[in-house]
C-alpha cells in the first residue's frame, strides 16, 4: 500500500475528510468554494498581507486520507512576543504514517521559518473555526464547530504533540430551559438595539468587527482582525442572516456590543456535500422552511462595559428572538475553560457543555 505526501493539491485537500472519516463521526466540511478562497493567496488576506503558508495531503494508494495547512502569523507573532508557527485543517484517517508524513511536513515548515513552536488547530484566523476535539466524541455540532473523531487527538499525542488551552462548547435546548432573565438595558439611557439586516450589513458587522477587536484585545493569542480580514470571513454571512437574531448595541450612538448568530448550516451542507451543485437549490428551500437550529457564532462587550450587566441583556434578547422565530436548539461556539465570566453566562442561560476541545503544541527548540 503506497503513501504519497502531495503539496498544494485543492481537490485532495477538500476531499481528505469525507475518505478519513465516518458518517457517525459527525463531521460536515465548509463549503467547497469557501475552502478554495481560503487557500487562495490572491484572495485570502492573510496571504496578501505576506504570511507564509503551505499545504498538503496525504493519499494512500491514491486516494486522500488526510490534510493539513501550516503557516506563521506575522501579526500574531509581533504582538505576542512569539515565534509560533500554526497549523489547521488537521484531519487524517486513523493512520499512524500519514499523520507522521503531514505533521512532519507541518513541522519542517516551522523550523524552515524560524519559528520555536507549532500549535494548532487554527483554521485559519480568530473568525473561523480553533482547536481540536478532545471530548463529546459523536455529537451532532453546529456550524464552526470543530467535529473530529477520538483518533485524531491521539495522533497529535504519538507524534510529540501536547495539549493546552482547553475549550468547551455548549447548546441550549431552547423548548425546555428555564426562562432567562437579565436586567434590560433602557433605551432612554441610550441603548439602543440595532439589528444587522441586508440593508445596513456593511455599516454594522465594521461596528461588530470593532466590538469584537475592543472586547478580545485581552485574550490569549488574539489578534485584532484588519477589515479586509473581517470580510473575507463575514462576507458570506449576508445570504444566510436571519435579521432577527444578530444585531449590534449601541449606546448614545457607539458600538458596545455585538451578538452574530446565524442558523445552523450543517444539515444543509451535509445534505450537499458541501458542494454547490444542481441540486443546492432544492435543499436550501428544505433547509429554510425546516431550520430549527441556530448558533452563536461569536458575542463581544466593549472593555469598558465589562461587568456592567450588558452580555446578560444581549443574550436574554437573542434568545427571546430565537424562541419567537421558533428555534428550538442554539449552539454556542468555543468558550476557553479559563473565561469565568462566559461561563458564568452558559450557567444561567441554562446551556449544557457539547464538546470538549485543546489547542495542541510541539516546542520545535
Known amino acids: 500500500m503506497t503513501l504519497e505526501l502531495r503539496q498544494g493539491d485543492v481537490a485532495a485537500f477538500f476531499d481528505a475528510p469525507f475518505n478519513a472519516y465516518r458518517p457517525s463521526d459527525g463531521y460536515v466540511s465548509p463549503l467547497r468554494s469557501d475552502i478554495v478562497r481560503m487557500l487562495d493567496p490572491a484572495k485570502n488576506p492573510l496571504w496578501i498581507a505576506g504570511n507564509p503558508f ?41 493512520d499512524a504514517d500519514a499523520a507522521r508524513l503531514l505533521l512532519d511536513a507541518a513541522t519542517d515548515f516551522a523550523r524552515v521559518q524560524g519559528q520555536r513552536e507549532l500549535v494548532g488547530n487554527f483554521n485559519l484566523t480568530a473568525m473561523q473555526q480553533a482547536g481540536v476535539q478532545t471530548d463529546g466524541f459523536g455529537v451532532r455540532g453546529y456550524t464552526d464547530m470543530v467535529v473530529n473523531p477520538r483518533h485524531v487527538p491521539r495522533l497529535l499525542e504519538a507524534n510529540g504533540f501536547e495539549r493546552f488551552f482547553p475549550m468547551s462548547t455548549f447548546e441550549l435546548d431552547l423548548a425546555t430551559a428555564t426562562a432567562f432573565k437579565a436586567r434590560p438595558l433602557d433605551p432612554a439611557t441610550g441603548f439602543d438595539f440595532a439589528p444587522i439586516a441586508p440593508a445596513s450589513f456593511a455599516a454594522r458587522m465594521e461596528e461588530a468587527r470593532i466590538v469584537l477587536n475592543d472586547g478580545f484585545a485581552a485574550n490569549p493569542m488574539f489578534v485584532p482582525l484588519t477589515a479586509d480580514e473581517f470580510q473575507f470571513q463575514a462576507g458570506e454571512m449576508m445570504s444566510i442572516l436571519d435579521p432577527r437574531l444578530s444585531s449590534v448595541l449601541l449606546h448614545e450612538g457607539r458600538p458596545i456590543g455585538t451578538i452574530i448568530c446565524i442558523p445552523d448550516l450543517n444539515g444543509l451542507l451535509a445534505a450537499t ?60 461556539t468555543w468558550i476557553a475553560d479559563g473565561n469565568a465570566a462566559s461561563l458564568r453566562q452558559m450557567e444561567r442561560l441554562g446551556a449544557k457543555p457539547l464538546q470538549k476541545l485543546h489547542l495542541y503544541r510541539k516546542d520545535l527548540a
Open 273 to 332: 456535500r458541501s458542494r454547490i451543485g444542481l441540486t443546492t437549490p432544492y435543499h436550501y428551500l428544505r433547509y429554510r422552511l425546516r431550520r430549527r437550529r441556530a448558533v452563536i457564532i461569536f458575542y463581544s462587550v466593549a472593555s469598558d462595559m465589562h461587568g456592567q450587566g450588558v452580555m446578560g441583556a444581549m443574550l436574554a434578547r437573542t434568545v427571546a428572538a430565537l424562541r419567537k422565530a421558533r428555534y428550538e436548539r442554539l449552539g454556542i
Open 54 to 94: 503551505a499545504f498538503w495531503s496525504a493519499h494512500r494508494d491514491g486516494r486522500p486520507i488526510g490534510r493539513i495547512v501550516a503557516h506563521v502569523h506575522r501579526e500574531s507573532n509581533a504582538l505576542h512576543g512569539a515565534q509560533r508557527a500554526q497549523f489547521g485543517f488537521f484531519d487524517c484517517a486513523d
